[in-house]
């Protein structure tokens, strides 16, 4: 069984660029969730995706968007990159009705 | 969510029972109490939950208060890989989990 894998480990863009992050969720999920976690602070919810549609978002401008596959794989997709979106983004998979959270290792972003 | 409130750091000794305090005074009826932790520069890792029964796993135990206002996480004999940080969570549903800045635990030898 494999866990949830993301990609790449780390990226630096420049402010006003866009950027997209992957994600592979665990072998039998189908709901996969995004996090991004400021640096000190607990990871804060962006959006969760179940049959490739958003299925709830958190506090987050429309630049941030979402995509996931058949295969229950998703990207992450920021616009207009800003300073603060300077964080470490998690992914996150799970069974829909069943209880329990894989999470990945994260993508570590840092906006210059 | 109900909001949870838990000390920002502790200190344990290696070999030592950890207890890990979290306070959720607001919580409903039909919110669990989830933890989760997250050692340095990985995603967090689920380690138990609870609604209203005392439990306990291969990790840890997870005591409720007969009231369901507070909790503790109870590491049974820490190791000095258990340093990490820890977050009480309360939620309801498998929609998402608000995570609180959590308690900074280190593990001394």
């Known amino acids: 069984e494999t866990g949830v894998t993301q990609s790449p480990t780390h990226l630096i863009k420049t402010r006003g660029q866009q950027v997209t992050l992957r994600c592979s969720s665990q072998s039998g999920h189908n709901t996969v969730s995004w996090y991004q976690q400021a640096l000190g602070q607990g990871p804060q919810f962006i959006f969760q995706?179940?049959?490739?549609?958003?299925?709830g978002r958190g506090n987050f401008p429309p630049r941030f968007s979402g995509l996931q596959f058949p295969n229950y794989s998703s990207e992450l997709n920021v616009n207009a990159l800003e300073l603060d979106d300077s964080a470490l983004y998690l992914c996150?998979?799970?069974?829909?009705?069943?209880?329990?959270?894989?999470f990945g290792s994260g993508t570590r972003l840092t906006v210059v | 969510d109900a909001k949870t409130t838990q000390p920002t750091s502790m200190d344990c000794a290696e070999g030592r029972a950890a207890n890990l305090p979290c306070n959720h005074s607001?919580?409903?009826?039909?919110?669990?109490v989830y933890w989760y932790r997250q050692i340095h520069s990985q995603g967090p890792q689920y380690i138990i939950h609870g609604l209203k029964n005392n439990e306990t796993n291969e990790m840890a135990s997870l005591i409720i208060t007969e009231d369901r206002k507070s909790s503790t996480l109870i590491l049974p004999h820490a190791t000095l890989r258990d340093t990490a940080v820890y977050y009480c969570i309360v939620r309801v549903g498998d929609y998402k989990l608000s995570f609180g800045a959590g308690t900074t635990v280190t593990v001394r030898a």
């Open positions: 607001t919580i409903s009826g039909n919110e669990y």
């Open positions: 995706y179940y049959r490739e549609e958003e299925n």
């Open positions: 996150a998979s799970s069974l829909k009705g069943v209880d329990g959270y894989t």
